[in-house]
Nanobody, 120 residues
Framework: QVQLVESGGGLVQAGGSLRLSCAAS??????VGWFRQAPGKEREFVVG????????YYADSVKGRFTISRDNAKNTVNLQMNNLKPEDTAVYYC???????????????WGQGTQVTVSS
């Protein structure tokens, strides 16, 4: 059974930084994605990283501000979020992806989510 546990969410002022972590049990070689869902909006695919770490995707809305990395030895994927904006406020979900096809990412497993709130 694959389990994903996110951590690192919280409240930060605009312009600040947060670092999210996703700890995975099993399927450590799979592609991983971070999604987010703001109130009243659909879940959005934000960042993805392939199992090798060589292929990475960033949505235009976070490009240049967010950085994804992975440590397969520790079974963790991290999301460094800098220069946060109020529109980044959402619940952030880590997910195991079926492949590194970023156009229509298919999710095999979801984490429970962690809240990120950016105040103006």
């Amino acid at each position: 059974q694959v389990q994903l546990v996110e951590s690192g969410g919280g409240l930060v002022q605009a312009g600040g930084s947060l670092r999210l972590s996703c700890a995975a049990s099993g399927r450590t070689s799979s592609s991983v994605g971070w999604f987010r869902q703001a109130p009243g909006k659909e879940r959005e695919f934000v960042v993805g990283i392939s199992g090798s770490g060589l292929r990475i995707y960033y949505a235009d809305s976070v490009k240049g501000r967010f950085t994804i990395s992975r440590d397969n030895a520790k079974n963790t994927v991290n999301l460094q979020m800098n220069n946060l904006k109020p529109e980044d406020t959402a619940v952030y979900y880590c997910a195991i992806l079926r492949s590194s096809s970023w156009i229509t990412p298919l999710v095999d497993y979801w984490g429970q989510g962690t809240q990120v709130t950016v105040s103006s």
